[in-house]
């Protein structure tokens, strides 16, 4: 599975960026797929998930109630709708895909800033 995120980029504190994951290789239906994020410093955390097949997720609680993750097997797609965000949401953001929490496929990150 190859995966690519994008829709990185500068905002303001408060505002809300969409992250997309395509994926390609073999369908990322087959796998849960998740976000994680690196900030400057830090070790790479967990932000969220999403199973296979029928839509649930996890969250980190730093995210929960702010973040959304989504995914179009269809479109082979995963997104991550992030609002309200803070400062402290700046890092760099990863899409993973894996099972039971193994995580063997990882994208090239995105880059997300929130000014204060």
């Known amino acids: 599975v190859?995966?690519?995120?994008?829709?990185?980029?500068?905002?303001q504190a408060g505002g809300s960026l969409r992250l997309s994951?395509?994926?390609?290789g073999r369908t990322s239906s087959d796998y849960h797929m998740?976000?994680?994020?690196?900030?400057?410093?830090k070790e790479r955390e967990f932000v969220g998930s999403i199973i296979t097949i029928g839509g649930r997720t996890?969250?980190?609680?730093?995210?929960?109630?702010?973040?959304?993750?989504?995914?179009?097997?269809a479109?082979?797609?995963?997104?991550?709708q992030m609002n309200s965000l803070k400062p402290e949401d700046t890092a760099v953001y990863y899409c993973a895909a894996g099972i039971n929490s193994?995580?063997?496929f990882w994208g090239q990150g995105t880059q997300v800033t929130v000014s204060s």
Request: with cysteine; proline share 4%; hydrophobic share 40%.
């Open 102 to 104: 193994i995580w063997p």
């Open 58 to 73: 996890w969250y980190a609680d730093s995210v929960k109630g702010r973040f959304t993750i989504s995914r179009d097997n």
């Open 2 to 11: 190859q995966l690519q995120a994008s829709g990185g980029g500068l905002v």
């Open 75 to 80: 479109k082979n797609m995963v997104y991550l």
């Open 34 to 41: 998740g976000w994680f994020r690196q900030a400057p410093g």
């Open 21 to 24: 994951c395509a994926a390609s």
